[in-house]
């Protein structure tokens, strides 16, 4: 519920704070913030402590989703698009699936403790890999500055290269 709520009312404006980012500061935050709010459930002891980790990884959720999705549309321009943006979808409904499974076998054959410093870790594995793996010549500009999330790989600006779709303004 606190999720919800949050997402609710925060979404719309971090996502226009954070607007001018290049989506791989969206992303990588955004991971960081998603490990280090599941890895803080395995340290509090408190109903505050949990709020704080919810507030903690539902902030990182609101950052990667849409700089990852912008990144993706990007990324597949024109006539690509949809493919891009349906395998992409497909991906995430395959964590969402296999995830918790794979998260019910770890808690019961390893304990809590190792469940959330794994989602830990990984949320800090993605963020370093996300950071230097979108390491582009685009890569400094933002969501903001073009109708699909960065400059195009041939360098051309909005002006020259606009999305069909318009997914991000």
């Not at 002891?45 to 919810?54: F, H, I, N």
């Not at 991906?91 to 809590?112: D, N, R």
Request: cysteine-free.
């Amino acid at each position: 519920l606190v999720n919800t709520l949050v997402i609710m009312v925060a979404e719309v404006p971090l996502s226009m704070a954070s607007a001018h980012w290049p989506n791989r500061y969206g992303i990588a935050a955004g991971a960081m913030l998603f490990g280090a709010g599941f890895g803080l459930l395995g340290l509090v002891r408190s109903r505050l402590g949990v709020l704080m980790a919810v507030l903690i990884f539902t902030a990182g959720e609101m950052l990667a989703a849409p700089a990852a999705a912008a990144y993706v549309a990007d990324r597949g321009r024109g006539e690509n698009a949809g493919v891009y943006m349906s395998l992409y979808q497909l991906g995430f409904g395959v964590a969402l699936t296999i995830g918790p499974a794979l998260g019910i076998v770890l808690l019961e054959t390893a304990g809590p403790g190792v469940l959330w410093s794994v989602t830990l870790v990984a949320g800090l594995f993605s963020a370093v890999a996300v950071w230097l793996l979108l390491r582009e010549a685009h890569s400094p500009h933002s969501r903001a500055s073009n109708q699909s999330g960065s400059i195009s790989r041939d360098g051309r600006t909005p002006a020259t290269s606009k999305s069909k779709f318009g997914l991000y303004p």
